[in-house]
């Protein structure tokens, strides 16, 4: 089955073979991988799908991969929760949780960019891949060059935090910290990889990159049992991960496994600290301002993001929205989620909830309609976060009488 007609671009719909290039040489819009749906329809149905591996690559048809995954074989079908507890405590009828916390092997959604990224590079005969990242691009792509046995060149901004930094040195990568802002990180990497005949997965593979994004809504809509929620709401740094979870309930229908007709609402979630798109949508403009980010929530704080252009034009689509989380409301997000349902997300999680949350309490998102949240990213790389936050442990030494008194002391604190 010949299921790729190469690259198009996005803004002029220009044809470019398939190749690790992302703009367009005429009129320098970003490049797209292009499918041949007509030859897909009837081949990719949902029984089609069920038969395939409980990961990512359940979808592989609807993915840029022509020959074998060489990395990443069990990235993806993450837990789909439904979360009563969360929801009884928003007001809500039906809420549920994606859970890419639990993302195999580096605990965010970012393994699913970077396994098709990475086998891309493989395809086209690469023997290095790099990236530049705010943290969770930079685990993954460090993972995931190990089991491809393939040399790493990671770019991050210098002052990451520390759970990141060693969760990327663990698969011996070559890590260059730079002084600046990720934006400056990634206009570094822009000008290394004119030069130097690396796979940067987010620069010349951006194309093929994101694509493994579209794997997060594919699940979203299978475990729904082949629904579409009513709202979804997605944390956004670089604007793709929303833009293509948009694009493959898009897909889904034009192939014919949605019932219904397609009425999603996106919603973009971001740190007031660094909001760019969500700002764009407050002010209902497609004119992104740059901000230079000043936030908590590290793995979102792109400033001027490359998809942000997508990811307002994806919420204005399909009907959403968008808020801002100032850190205080970040870690509230955190820990709400964390009692409720038992899940320690990251700060991108702490954004997401508080975001959906504060649509709910505007009505922006009615209490009685579905919502899938977005969690994205592991919390215990991100502990710093809450290291001033939590410190009601009881402390003793080891005798019952101790223990007693303690037990006493914590009940009448609490009558
Ligand atoms: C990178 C990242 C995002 C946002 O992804 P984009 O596709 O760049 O918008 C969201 N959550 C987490 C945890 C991330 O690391
Ligand atoms: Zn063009």
Known sequence: MEKLNGLRCRECGRHYPAAPVHVCEFCFGPLEVDYRYDALKGVVTRESIAT??????????????????????????????????????????????????????????????????????????????????????????????????????????????????????????????????????????????????????????RPYYSEGSKSYGFEIVEQLGWRTPAHIVVPCAGGSLITK??????????????????????????????????????????????????????????????DGYYAYKTTKESGGSGEHATDEEIVEGMLLLARTEGIFTETAGGVTVAAARKLIERGVIPRDESIVICITGNGLKTPDALQDRLDAHVKINPSLSAFDRALADLKSQTT
Request: glycine share 6%.
């Open 52 to 205: 395939g591996p409980p990961s990512m690559w359940r979808y592989k048809d609807l993915l840029p991969i022509d020959g074998d995954i060489a990395v990443g074989h069990h990235v993806g079908f993450t837990p789909l929760i439904r979360a009563r507890n969360l929801a009884d405590e928003l007001g809500c009828r039906e809420v549920w949780v994606k859970n890419d916390s639990v993302c195999h092997p580096s605990w965010s959604f970012k393994d699913r960019v970077v396994a098709v990224a990475v086998t891309k590079a493989r395809e086209f005969g690469f023997d290095t891949v790099a990236c530049a990242s705010t943290g969770n691009l930079a685990n993954s792509v460090a993972a995931h060059a190990a089991e491809g046995r393939l040399k790493s060149y990671i770019f991050i901004p210098a002052d990451l935090e520390q759970g990141k930094v060693i969760a990327t040195l663990v698969y011996s990568p070559t890590l260059v910290a730079v002084h600046g802002t990720y934006d400056e990180v990634n206009r570094l990497c822009s000008e290394i990889a004119d030069k130097y005949r690396w796979a940067f997965v987010n620069v010349n593979f």
């Open 245 to 306: 979870i948009w694009k493959a309930l898009k897909e889904l229908k034009i192939l014919g496994l949605l019932d219904e007709r397609l009425k999603t609402k996106m919603h973009a979630a971001q740190a007031l600290g660094c909001g760019p798109i969500v700002t764009m949508i407050k002010n209902d403009t497609d004119v992104l301002v740059p901000v230079r980010p000043n936030t908590i929530a590290k793995s979102l704080a792109i400033g001027n993001p490359a």
